[in-house]
């Protein structure tokens, strides 16, 4: 009597449960979606609040730009208006001197 013959199987054979869908596999799913999400949405909190920080940091510099600036302004024109005024008086109430002086250069 010839011996039994031996079934050889292959990939196809194998029985999985690949494709069977059970409720809790659906809602695993679902809750790792929203951690997922909540995860996501706290790292955009952080990246919001950082960029915020910075350009609240930008808007302080520019206020501080903007006062310097008119300090800078006011001050120049107060120059200004007083040498206009030290000219004016020291022209006025100077004697005409000879041209044999030289140049006098004031700084």
Known sequence: ??????????LQDIRSISGRVDQAALSYKGYMKLSCLE???F???KERLNAMQRVNNID???????A????LL???GDLEKG?????DIEHDQSPRRSSTRGLKIRY
């Open 1 to 10: 009597m010839p011996a039994p013959k031996k079934i050889i199987r292959g």
């Open 39 to 41: 995860m996501e949405r």
């Open 43 to 45: 790292r955009r909190g």
């Open 60 to 66: 302080s510099r520019f206020n501080d730009i903007d």
């Open 68 to 71: 310097e600036k008119k300090m």
């Open 74 to 76: 006011r001050t120049l």
């Open 83 to 87: 040498e206009n005024k030290q000219k």
